[in-house]
């Protein structure tokens, strides 16, 4: 959505107001591709322009060519010489990369999150995974994606990590376009649910237990339909 252009005339007065008024559109900007890419809203190999971008978010195009380039730099888009942005194409090769790294990342934040969950924690956990198990029924692949990341995140934050956490948030924006690919060809109904084993670890706080579900949950979801999806490509 368009910021208003404020009122101020000019001078350091205008100058002090409008630079606000540029991070808080910048942070629309983050917020609205960081979404669509975890949703899949971008689909991989399609290309978008910075411009139909930003006149579809209703900016500028400086905010959202800002935004495109630092996600670039997490290896989440790829901006091409002429001002094109895709998604890059999921190789097995980054595929296995992305997955190891999966594998040894979020277990162990997991962990370093439980000693901070709280029962609200996990009241809010068993909520999301209930309206997962909704759209795991009637095949939502976006709204599945959102609330899964949600649950993820919810138990990765407790963490307050400040270097796993965007290493993590930076793989998530780098596997989800391709997985919501995955879930529109075979769906979600061929899903396991992992996430009640996780909030039955974390109810108990068995850090081994929670590491398992967690590791249990990407190759499950991620892993062996990813796997398939690649070897028929």
Do not use: C
């Not at 529109?184 to 009640?196: E, F, I, N, W």
Request: charged share 25%; aromatic share 4%; glycine share 6%.
């Amino acid at each position: 959505m368009p910021l208003r252009r404020s009122a101020l005339d000019s001078g350091p007065a205008k100058a002090a107001a409008s630079a606000p008024s540029r991070g808080a559109t910048r942070g629309q900007v983050d917020s609205a591709v960081r979404s669509g890419l975890l949703t899949g809203r971008f689909i991989p190999g399609k290309a978008v322009t910075i411009r139909g971008l930003a006149a579809e978010l209703g900016v500028s195009p400086m905010p959202v060519r800002e935004v495109l380039q630092r996600l670039a730099a997490e290896n989440a888009l790829e901006v091409k010489p002429n001002g094109r942005v895709q998604i890059p194409d999921m190789t097995p090769a980054r595929f296995d990369e992305v997955m190891k790294a999966r594998l040894l990342l979020e277990p162990e934040l997991a962990a370093l999150a439980l000693p901070h969950l709280k029962p609200a924690d996990t009241a809010d956990l068993r909520a999301i995974d209930d309206e997962i198990d909704a759209r795991l029924t009637d095949g939502d692949a976006e709204a599945y994606m959102r609330l899964n990341h949600a649950f993820h995140f919810r138990i990765y934050r407790a963490s307050g990590s400040q270097v796993l956490l965007p290493l993590i948030d930076s793989l998530w924006l780098q596997f989800a376009p391709f997985m919501r690919t995955v879930y529109g060809r075979v769906g979600t109904a061929s899903l396991v649910d992992q996430h009640k084993e996780a909030i039955r670890a974390i109810e108990q706080s068995d850090i081994p237990a929670l590491r398992k579900a967690i590791a249990a949950d990407i190759t499950d979801g991620m892993g062996l339909l990813g796997k398939e999806i690649l070897a028929d490509a």
